[in-house]
């Protein structure tokens, strides 16, 4: 029997890990940011969280993890968005010419 085509690409691309990143499916450029940004910061967050947990008391250390990786969350998609803004500016500029 043969193998339809487009299953075998569709699991190709169900098995990359492309394809199971939701900022590909972002369309807006400032989103982007902003979730990379709360992705990166929450992930580093959390992990200091249940370091700093694990050495002040080991039975709540999860919580500790929430509770400095949310807000670590929250910064970073602040800092995306402002990054974002940087970026979009320094673009527009090259993109004029200006050589003010």
């Known amino acids: 029997m043969a193998v339809d085509e487009s299953l ?5 691309d169900k098995s990359s890990l492309r394809g199971f ?3 590909r499916h972002v369309e807006p450029e400032p989103l982007r940011w902003a979730f990379l940004g709360a992705g ?5 967050g959390a992990i200091v969280g249940l370091t700093v947990g694990l050495f002040v008391f080991v039975p709540t250390a999860v919580f ?5 990786g949310l807000p670590a969350a929250l910064l ?3 800092l995306g968005l402002l990054i974002y ?3 979009a500016v320094a673009r527009r500029i090259s993109r004029s010419g ?3």
């Open 8 to 12: 075998e690409s569709s699991a190709a």
């Open 21 to 23: 990143l939701p900022l």
């Open 40 to 44: 990166v910061a929450g992930l580093v």
């Open 64 to 68: 500790a993890m929430f509770e400095i």
């Open 76 to 78: 970073g998609g602040v």
């Open 85 to 87: 803004g940087l970026v």
């Open 98 to 100: 200006c050589n003010a």
